[in-house]
């Protein structure tokens, strides 16, 4: 059974370096830690791990990641140039939107800097982690959680801002993968990538507020960097750049 999944979504995968290996824990820790092991053990540029659950799942800003039996929780082993490293996130957000849209029809919105929301509701949380070897990245995890038919009113933290699809897991898996492969070549170019990020931003033009660390700043979400930087016009014309953190629409 454990084979199958991963070959199921092997089948007919149309990807030149994601997803040429797939790797299904029925029940793992956190799909993050497997495929750093993975990464440390030499794995190819694009394996995946799936889980079929996740026990320990976790999310930006050290959150715990809701991931039971029946959501899509994996993570991609990359080995980007670092100069390359800030299209990553804005590669998985776009893969995501592109690939619900193709396979469930719903249109996602990027809510900055890598939440993917449908109707103003959290559905997808993306995570990387990076390993640096003095300038060079050693290898990226890029961890992308989607909640499929989860019931997110059984859950309190959730309830009121998550939202879920219905769709074929292997399906969607497949193209994500597809769409995620597509756009990673395109990395030479990134100011593609970039562009194509920026446009699908729910964030740009509203009201935010934004905290990092002990900071918090309110004002209205101007533009983002080619970095991946939110610029925010404070109430007194200020602009402040924000570089993580978390961001609340007003
Ligand atoms: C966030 O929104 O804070 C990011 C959530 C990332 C969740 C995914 S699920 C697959 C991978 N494994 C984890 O433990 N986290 C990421």
Not at 61 to 89: F, M, Q
């Amino acid at each position: 059974m454990a084979e199958d999944l991963a070959t199921l979504i092997k089948t007919g995968l149309k990807t030149r370096f994601i997803g040429r290996e797939i790797i299904y824990l029925p029940s793992v820790t956190s799909t993050m830690d497997a495929a750093r092991d993975e990464a440390l053990n030499g794995a190819a540029e694009g394996t995946v791990i799936i889980a079929g659950e996740q026990t320990a799942g976790r999310g930006r800003l050290k959150r715990r990641w809701l991931a039971p039996e029946g959501n899509i929780s994996l993570s991609i082993v990359l080995h980007p140039d670092t100069k390359n490293l800030p299209y990553l996130i804005m590669i998985a957000s776009l893969a995501v939107v592109k690939s619900i849209k193709r396979t469930a029809g719903a249109a996602g919105q990027i809510k900055w800097p890598n939440d993917v929301l449908i109707d103003g509701k959290k559905v997808c949380g993306i995570l990387i982690e990076n390993e640096m070897r003095g300038n060079n990245v050693a290898y990226s995890v890029m961890g992308i959680g989607i909640n499929v038919s989860l019931k997110v009113n059984d859950y309190n933290e959730i309830a009121q801002t998550a939202t879920s699809l219905f769709a074929d897991r292997i399906v969607l898996i497949r193209a994500l993968l597809e769409e995620f492969d597509v756009l990673y070549q395109k990395l030479p170019d990134g100011n593609v990538i970039y562009k194509d990020w920026r446009n699908n931003l729910v964030t740009l033009g509203k009201k935010v507020k934004a905290t990092w660390g002990k900071q918090i700043i309110e004002g209205v979400a101007e533009n983002v960097d080619e970095d991946g930087a939110l610029i925010i016009r404070g109430e007194d014309g200020t602009l402040t750049k924000v570089v993580a953190g978390d961001v609340t629409l007003q």
